[in-house]
């Protein structure tokens, strides 16, 4: 892989020859990955349904582990006895594929959970959550439930809570996934800007071309290992 220009910057994620499949290795899904993250960049990955790009987003963020490879967040490599999860909850937001919000709790309530895990003081939860709530449209269904949301409002709520913790990496699964053409390029507006405004890092799985054009970066995945055009 050809380090991009910008390549004296800190480097904030690492991916090293990793490697991941499922069923006892019946499914090989990522063959030797190598991929570099810098602090504040924008990156798409882009590749066909069913190439791995959740999986590898799942691996960067320490939601599971590889078969073989070292993966590094903020320089702490990520293995089984280092408790990815409590390095995780506060130094990298994910956004999932199907939100995996909870449809009986308020926008309020769900956004609030990670800041309890991280142990967040509630006064300052709240003060982030009106930031967040104010920047994406969404101050006036704070007391609404999950099910009661648009498409559109639920991947904005998505996006506020994987930012609760103001975390400097956040890893997005097909952020704008089930929505129309309109909501989607909205929905995508509002994360750059997030992000672009705070200084984090981005790596945002999409099959949407248009959207990845919106990244720094564009990265393709097929037959399990990343190539990047030069
Ligand atoms: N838990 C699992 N058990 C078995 N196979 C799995 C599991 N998770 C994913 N797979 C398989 O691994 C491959 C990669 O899946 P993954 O979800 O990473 O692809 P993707 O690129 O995110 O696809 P999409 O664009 O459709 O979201 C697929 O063939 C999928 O069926
Ligand atoms: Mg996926």
């Known amino acids: ?55 590898l987003l799942h691996l960067l963020g320490g939601l599971d582990e590889p ?19 409590r390095l995780l909850r506060h130094e990298v937001g994910f956004v999932f594929q199907l939100h995996n919000l909870l449809p009986d709790l308020t926008l309020e309530e769900n956004c609030l959970i990670p800041t309890v895990a991280s142990g967040l003081d509630r006064k ?6 009106h930031e967040l709530a104010d920047r994406t449209g969404l101050s006036h269904r704070l007391g609404s439930k999950i099910q009661k949301l648009s498409g559109g409002e639920r991947q904005r709520t998505a996006l506020c809570r994987a930012l609760m913790n103001k ?19 909205m929905v995508f507006d509002l994360l750059l800007d997030l992000v672009v405004k705070e200084g984090v890092t981005l790596v945002m799985a999409t099959h949407d071309r248009g959207l990845a054009t919106g990244c720094g970066r564009t990265i393709e995945m097929h037959n399990g290992r990343i190539h990047e055009p030069l």
């Open 124 to 129: 300052v939860a709240m003060a982030r959550l």
């Open 167 to 185: 975390p400097r990496i956040l890893l997005a699964d097909e952020p704008t996934g089930s929505l129309d053409e309109a909501t989607s390029a």
């Open 67 to 85: 078969d073989r490879g070292r993966i590094a967040v903020n320089r702490k490599q990520l293995n089984r006895y280092s408790s990815p999860l």
């Open 1 to 55: 892989m050809t380090p991009p220009a910008n390549s004296t910057r800190r480097v904030v994620l690492r991916a090293e020859d990793v490697w991941k499949s499922y069923d006892q290795g019946a499914i090989a899904v990522l063959r030797g990955i190598d991929f570099t993250g810098y602090e504040g960049e924008t990156v798409a990955l882009c590749g066909p349904s069913g190439c791995g790009k959740s999986t």
